[in-house]
């Protein structure tokens, strides 16, 4: 997501309020999660081995971080 604004210098703090609750608090309608339940479900069925085979080299080597998974396990989507 992209987010653009222009403000003058005296209205600046009311943006960057804006801005930090924007992006420390986002909030996701149930029927925006409804909408993309598809897209998940074909991303995970769509995987390559190579693919499969990055995910679980970086989960031997790390614990955290860089070992944490790009897809969402199939029990969360």
Not at 68 to 73: C, D, I, K, M, V
């Amino acid at each position: 997501m992209i987010y653009n604004t222009q403000a003058t210098r005296e209205n600046m703090d009311q943006i960057v309020d804006y801005f930090i609750d924007a992006v420390t608090n986002p909030a996701f309608k149930p029927w925006e999660l409804s909408d993309n339940k598809w897209r998940l479900s074909l991303d995970l069925a769509e995987q390559t081995n190579q693919s499969k085979a990055a995910e679980l080299l970086h989960k031997a080597a790390f614990r955290t971080g860089l070992g944490n998974s790009l897809f969402a396990p199939d029990h969360m989507v």
